[in-house]
């Protein structure tokens, strides 16, 4: 059975701190591994995925993720974060985009 | 492009009694797919719709609840009779195909149960 771990449920950070957020998983098949985002308010987006080659993948918004395999983790980092940032952030494991196991999610709050 | 659209956005029902949920894709996007959301955790899939077929219907628990893609295009989920751990946010998604693309969401539409 799949599933994802997201170790921090709440993270408040003033603003030019970094951000690093903590996606594990647990998966039998070809690992597929996204990010998703969800501004208040608005709908799920998706932030940036990895499904083969560089482990280190950039998204939108000056987003970026690792896919360590031997850890099993797909980490969310951003080495300055905005106000604008201020969302809920999902990691989500599965064979595509849309047939996905998503984490209990991580709701950063960042202070002006 | 348009995004994929709901309706209705919220929906407040007494337990027992039924609700549908309208979901309208992208245009020419084949996949869709429901998932649920309750408060506090991440978005499960119930249910995903290659065209106007079920491709996975594993975690739908079937006997309440029930959903259709006929013509392959726009699709409803329907619960009945609703109970009070299925208050959640209800959200489709669809995508070019199966394969490695994108999935967009619906703004989801939030169903409390009294």
């Known amino acids: 059975a799949q599933s994802v771990s997201q170790h921090n449920h709440h993270v408040i950070l003033s603003e030019a701190a970094s951000l690093e957020l903590g996606c594990n998983y647990s998966?039998?098949?070809?690992?597929?591994l996204f990010w998703y985002v969800q501004y208040p308010g608005q709908h799920l987006q998706l932030l940036l995925k990895?499904?083969?080659?560089?482990?280190l993948v950039k998204g939108i918004k000056g987003f970026e993720a690792e896919f360590i395999k031997s850890k099993f983790s797909f980490n969310l980092r951003k080495p300055s974060v905005q106000w604008s940032d201020t969302a809920e952030y999902f990691c989500?494991?599965?064979?595509?985009?849309?047939?996905?196991?998503f984490g209990d999610g991580t709701t950063l709050t960042v202070k002006p | 492009e348009a995004g994929v659209a709901q309706s209705p956005r919220y929906k407040i029902i007494e337990k027992r009694q039924s609700v549908a949920f309208w979901c309208n894709p992208i245009?020419?996007?084949?996949?869709l797919y429901w998932y649920q959301q309750i408060l506090g955790q991440g978005p499960k899939l119930l249910i995903q719709?290659?065209?106007?077929?079920?491709v996975d219907d594993s975690q739908l628990p079937k006997d309440r609840f029930s959903a259709e893609r006929l013509k392959g295009v726009d699709s409803t989920l329907k619960i009945q009779p609703a109970k009070l751990e299925d208050s959640a946010v209800y959200l489709c998604?669809?995508?070019w195909g199966q394969g490695n693309t994108e999935a967009f969401f619906g703004q989801g539409t939030r169903l409390t149960v009294v």
């Open positions: 245009s020419g996007h084949a996949t």
């Open positions: 989500a494991v599965g064979p595509n985009a849309g047939k996905s196991t």
């Open positions: 719709f290659q065209n106007n077929g079920v």
């Open positions: 998604a669809s995508s």
């Open positions: 990895y499904f083969s080659g560089d482990p």
């Open positions: 998966y039998g098949g070809t690992v597929n």
